[in-house]
């Protein structure tokens, strides 16, 4: 079965850097596109960012560009997403989700939180 | 950015209710629209995709309707389960954008 699971989540504090991952299995990494999304606490889904399947195309939402740099490693079935100059709105759950640039997301990891303070 | 208004924002509906969560978009999507429920500390769950395609798995009191700006999703003869938060989302282009969200109570 499809599996996706995300890791690298933690404290840290703001200006500093983390990097998350997302490890698949259960289905053919290397075809599929990817997204990381985030859900700051009791707060609504916000995109991240996307990576294509072999990634060639990469798309940022405005909030993170320039800090963040989504990247995939299709040997090793593994999304990532580095994070820099990370600041206290950044503090959300996030989620690594399967789907192509314009479509929908059939499977999301259960999530890593990220809590972004001094 | 195209902009995802989802309306209403919260709702309280008995067992067996019928209810319809509306979501307009800032400009024509085509049927680029999703839906997506999520409970409590879950990742969000897909219900419905390009506006009326009911995902598999997912019970047939889930339905969706709607292209270019306007979108509806409707759960009929609401079961215990169905209490959640409902998400649209566009995939017509990036930025991605969600719905702020509608929270679905019990009365």
């Known amino acids: 079965q499809v599996q996706l699971v995300e890791s690298g989540g933690g404290v840290v504090q703001p200006g500093r850097s983390l990097r998350l991952s997302c490890a698949a299995s259960?289905?053919?990494?290397?075809?599929?596109?990817m997204h990381w999304v985030r859900q700051a606490p009791g707060k609504g889904l916000e995109w991240v960012a996307f990576?294509?399947?072999?990634?060639?195309?990469?798309y940022y939402a405005d909030s993170v560009k320039g800090r963040f740099t989504i990247s995939r490693d299709n040997s090793k079935n593994t999304l990532y997403l580095q994070m820099n100059s990370l600041r206290a709105e950044d503090t959300a759950m996030y989620y690594c989700?399967?789907?192509?640039?314009?479509?929908?997301?059939?499977?999301w990891g259960q999530g890593t939180l990220v809590t972004v303070s001094s | 950015d195209i902009q995802m208004t989802q309306s209403p924002s919260s709702l309280s509906a008995s067992v067996g209710d019928r209810v319809t969560i509306t979501c307009r978009a800032s400009?024509?999507?085509?049927?680029?629209l999703n839906w997506y429920q999520q409970k409590p500390g879950k990742a969000p769950k897909l219900l419905i995709y390009?506006?009326?395609s009911l995902q598999s798995g997912v019970p047939s009191r889930f339905s969706g309707s709607g292209s270019g700006t306007d979108f509806t999703l409707t759960i009929s003869n609401l079961q215990p389960e169905d209490f959640a938060t409902y998400y649209c989302?566009?995939?017509?282009?990036?930025?991605?954008?969600f719905g702020q969200g509608t929270r679905l109570e019990i009365k």
């Open positions: 989700a399967e789907g192509c640039e314009t479509c929908h997301s059939d499977y």
């Open positions: 259960g289905f053919t990494f290397s075809v599929y596109g």
């Open positions: 990576i294509s399947y072999d990634g060639s195309n990469k």
């Open positions: 400009q024509r999507i085509s049927s680029y």
């Open positions: 390009a506006a009326s």
């Open positions: 989302q566009q995939s017509y282009t990036t930025p991605i954008t």
